[in-house]
């Protein structure tokens, strides 16, 4: 019986899989040698609209407890990020598989947002010069007209609070702040609250329970402001390069471009992106396992 047309597309992607896989083992064993811990890969694409989510959580386990992890781990992250509990979720994972109970964080290119709090649960991140994080802050998508926009959560509660205190203070008139004020449902401004309380949450508890063991969760606020508002960057898409990140006291391990270390780690980084943008949506995987979510057309 002859192959419907799905299965041979399906076949052909598994085979492209396999051969790109090979590909990149050599590098995954050229970078473990140099770091001498095991290397694991956390990419989602920039093309697909994908997102870090809890079932990324689970493909990340399955590759890890294949692993001999005695040594620690290395995770190359690139992604535009995702849920901040999913992040939560795969710091978790990743201390508990290691058995040193700690991860490095290698970011080649952009880990943004939830895969920036995955960064901050390492105990280093090691950055090129070009390599970027990201603000953490929590975004929403709400309908404008006839299309969706994304807006920061932190400045639609710093809106709603501003017209709420002109309100309160203005003497005659009130008839031009509560008609702005009725655009806003206090309900869903305590879910933007909670939503970005979260978000800080889980960035100092990372921190705390990792490189910034010793300050005090405040300290530790103090020090990642830059992240965790869009007052310092303005937008949540702005790059933080690895100078900043030093600056909120970050552990960052720089990288030099003529570096053996980032050679390897840079056209592994092209190899997998690529791979993310062209053939799946999302990939994880070591030299020896791949697991990854297929692009939707």
Not at 136 to 161: A, M, R
């Amino acid at each position: 019986m002859p192959k419907r047309k799905d299965e041979l597309a399906i076949a052909q992607v598994m085979s492209e899989r396999s051969q790109s896989h090979d590909t990149r083992k050599k590098l995954f064993l050229d970078i473990e040698r140099k770091l001498d811990r095991p290397v694991v890969t956390l990419f989602t694409s920039f093309r697909y609209p994908v997102m870090l989510e809890d079932t990324d959580v689970d493909m990340l386990a399955g590759v890890l407890q294949a692993m001999d992890l005695s040594k620690g781990m290395a995770l190359i992250v690139n992604s535009p990020g995702g849920d901040g509990l999913a992040a939560e979720r795969m710091i978790s994972v990743c201390r508990t598989y290691s058995r040193t109970g700690e991860y490095w964080a290698i970011v080649p290119g952009k880990a943004k947002s939830a895969a920036t709090m995955v960064c901050f649960g390492s105990s280093k991140i090691f950055m090129g010069p070009s390599s970027e994080l990201g603000p953490v802050d929590p975004q929403v998508s709400l309908p404008k007209g006839n299309t969706v926009e994304i807006f920061s959560v932190f400045n639609i509660i710093e809106s709603y609070n501003d017209l709420f205190q002109k309100a309160v203070k203005a003497q005659g008139n009130l008839e031009p702040y509560l008609q702005q004020l009725a655009n806003y449902d206090a309900r869903e401004i305590k879910e933007f609250e909670s939503a970005l309380e979260l978000s800080k949450d889980i960035s100092i508890r990372a921190l705390k329970t990792g490189m910034m063991g010793r300050l005090s969760n405040k300290v530790i606020e103090n020090k990642i402001k830059m992240f965790l508002t869009p007052k310092s960057t303005k937008t949540h898409g702005r790059p933080i390069y690895r100078d900043e990140a030093l600056d909120c006291s970050l552990n960052i391990e720089k990288i030099g471009v003529q570096d053996d270390l980032w050679r390897l780690v840079y056209e592994l980084y092209i190899r997998t992106n690529e791979f993310v943008s062209t053939q799946v949506s999302k990939c994880i995987e070591s030299k020896d396992n791949s697991f990854v979510v297929p692009a939707e057309a």
